[in-house]
Each structure stands twice: as structure tokens, then as C-alpha cells.
């Protein structure tokens, strides 16, 4: 069980703390926030590196966020991070926003420097690192088809895979108009024709099983970024049929357990992971920000990992 505090510990000042042992100095934002592991890593990172305070959990609800953000200073912070569902709204809280927060509309990561808010936005660049780790390729080098484009990760990832030059690029969300307006902000990055044949880089597609069959016959990688698959009750993201063993499938999803998507993929033998790579990489990178340093990614893993089974068990 993790230390949770509210907004009114935040702005109340320091005190409540340096309650803790070592004083807390990082948290994550969210409503509900419980569920949240990065607590589990981002301490044991803090412990390995020896630098003397803890990260909790902030339950903040929508209506007191800002004011919780603009507290943190007085309340001895060092930064934060957020999740759902805080994300747009913290890249209003900041100061100042890094260009990836920007383009995604969201910041996930709150750093304090001489007083000032800086927000960054480290959900796409995480799922890079993941996707590089899992299955030993780029995404510059792949074509992917990202499912849930339309939502808080799936534009994150989108513009990632824009900015990283990724070879093709098929937006599916099933609000569709959402998908079509992220291409229309995306189209600058494919312009330069990279892909030979007769194929555009970058389309968006109707959620629907014949648009999906004839799109994956010219996909590597298939993400997941839809909120299905984190109940065990949701229909499934992909009908089975339409996977087949070359692709490689990310399920940005962490649930306790192989998801359907990843029971699936395995069952046609395709390669899959689970977001939980995402979520380290992710923290990792948030580190980094705060500290100036390089993240104890073995640490943080072996953490995460721990807690994973802990709440299997
Ligand atoms: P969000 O902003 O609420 O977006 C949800 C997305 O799922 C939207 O694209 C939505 O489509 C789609 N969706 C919801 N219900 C659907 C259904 N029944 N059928 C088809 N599509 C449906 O949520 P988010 O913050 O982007 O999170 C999405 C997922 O990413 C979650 O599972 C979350 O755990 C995961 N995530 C993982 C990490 C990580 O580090 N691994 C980080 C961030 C998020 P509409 O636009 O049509 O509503």
C-alpha cells in the first residue's frame, strides 16, 4: 500500500510531506490514482540512487487540479507525474510546455525549475524505447497500424511515429472523425515518398474488419491503444481471424495477466508485449528529467516487475 495525499496536503504546504520517511517530492497525479504502479518503481529508483525522498500517490479530483499543480512548489516538490484523467489539463497548469506536449495536447510529466512549471509529454518516446526493447526494430522502419488513435496515448503515439519517420502510418479510432483530423495535422511529416509502391504513408480507416484485413496485409506492427482489453468483460480489440503470424502486436494495455489481444496473437503465432515496457520507459524517461541523470532501468524494471506479481498473487 502507497502513501496517498490530496489537494488540500498540497496546499497546505510541505508539511504533511515531510510526514514521510524520506520526505516525498514526487508523486502522480490521477482520479482514481490506487491502481498506479509507478509508485513501486519510481521509489525503488529513488532508493538505488540514494536521493533521499519518496514519490506518492496524488489523488486530485478534475476540480482542483490546477490549483494542486500550482501548489506543488510550496509544497516541496521536484515534479510529478500525471495520468488519467489530468492529462490535457496539466498542459494548461504549466508554465511552460516542451514541443511534444504541444502536438500531443498533453503532458505527463511535471518538472519544477526555479519556480516555474515545465510540462513533457514522455507517453510516445516511452512506447519507442518498448517497441525497440521488445522486438529489436524501429519504428522508422515499420509500418504500423495504431488502434485508438483518436485518445490521449493513441495521439501521443501517433505523433511519435510521425516525428520518427515511421515507413507507413493507419490511424483507426472508432470515432472516426478524430482519426481523419489527426491525419490532416500528421500529413506534413509523410510527404517525401519513402515506401515504394503505390500505398500512401498515411491514411485513416474506419474501425471495421474489411477495412482492418486489407490495412494489416502491408503492417509489421499493430498497437493497441484503445481503453478495450483492460476489463476482462470487453470485447475484443481484434477478431482473431485478422491476425496473422508476421505481425508483431503491442497491447499498450497492462492488465494483471496476458490480455485477449496477446492470447490471440500467441494463439496465430505472432510476436506480442504487453504495455508494461511502455510504462517503465515512460518513468524512466520522467526521471531523467527530474534528476538530470540516467534512470536505474534494471532497478526500476526488477520493481515493477515485483509489483506485477505481487498483485497477480
Ligand atoms: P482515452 O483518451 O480515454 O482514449 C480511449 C481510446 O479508446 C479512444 O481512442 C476510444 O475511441 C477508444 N475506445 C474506447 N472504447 C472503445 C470501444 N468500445 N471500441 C473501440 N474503441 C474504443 O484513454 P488513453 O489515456 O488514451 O488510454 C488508452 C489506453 O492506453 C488504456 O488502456 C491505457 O491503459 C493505455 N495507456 C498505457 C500507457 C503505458 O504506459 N503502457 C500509457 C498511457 C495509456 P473514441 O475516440 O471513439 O472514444
Redesign the pocket.
Known amino acids: 500500500m502507497h502513501d496517498i495525499f490530496t489537494a488540500d496536503d498540497i496546499l497546505s504546504g510541505a508539511e504533511a510531506f515531510s510526514r514521510v520517511t524520506p520526505p516525498a517530492r514526487l508523486g502522480v497525479f490521477g482520479d482514481p490514482v490506487e491502481h498506479s504502479r509507478s509508485p513501486a518503481f519510481q521509489n525503488a529508483a529513488l532508493d538505488a540512487c540514494g536521493l533521499g525522498c519518496r514519490y506518492v500517490l496524488l489523488h486530485v479530483k478534475p476540480d482542483r487540479f490546477q490549483e494542486a499543480v500550482r501548489g506543488l512548489g510550496a509544497a516541496g516538490f521536484i515534479g510529478a507525474n500525471v ?3 489530468h ?1 490535457a489539463a496539466a498542459l494548461v497548469a504549466v508554465d511552460e510546455a516542451c514541443d511534444t506536449s504541444r502536438r500531443c495536447g498533453a503532458v ?1 510529466t511535471i518538472a519544477l525549475r526555479d519556480g516555474r512549471l515545465l510540462g513533457f509529454s514522455t ?1 510516445g518516446p ?2 519507442s524505447r ?1 517497441i525497440r526493447e521488445e522486438f529489436s526494430v524501429d519504428l522508422h522502419d515499420l509500418r504500423v497500424v495504431l ?10 503515439i501517433a505523433m511519435q511515429c510521425a516525428s520518427e519517420g515511421c515507413e507507413r502510418l493507419v490511424l483507426v ?4 472523425e ?2 481523419q483530423g489527426l491525419a490532416a495535422e500528421l500529413e506534413s511529416f509523410f510527404r517525401n515518398d519513402r515506401l515504394a509502391g503505390p500505398a500512401e504513408r498515411l491514411v485513416a480507416i474506419p ?1 471495421d474488419d474489411d477495412s482492418l484485413r486489407r490495412e494489416l496485409a502491408m503492417a509489421d506492427l499493430v498497437i ?7 476489463r476482462h468483460s ?2 475484443p ?1 481484434l477478431h482473431p481471424r485478422l491476425i496473422t503470424p508476421n505481425l508483431m502486436i503491442y ?4 492488465t494483471t495477466g496476458q490480455s485477449r489481444l496477446l492470447q490471440d496473437a500467441s494463439a496465430a503465432g505472432a510476436r506480442g508485449a ?10 524512466a524517461l520522467a526521471f531523467s528529467i527530474w534528476f538530470d541523470r540516467e534512470a536505474p532501468l534494471e532497478i526500476m524494471r526488477a520493481a515493477l516487475l515485483e509489483c506485477v506479481k505481487t498483485s497477480n498473487a
Request: net charge positive; aromatic share 4%; proline share 4%.
Open positions: 495520468t488519467i484523467p492529462k505527463n507517453d516511452g512506447l518498448a488502434l485508438g488513435a483518436g485518445g490521449g496515448a493513441g495521439r501521443a479510432n472508432r470515432t472516426a478524430k482519426a474501425f493497441n491503444a484503445t481503453s478495450l482489453g483492460m470487453d470485447p480489440v497491447d499498450t494495455v497492462y504487453n504495455g508494461l515496457s511502455m510504462l517503465l520507459h515512460q518513468g
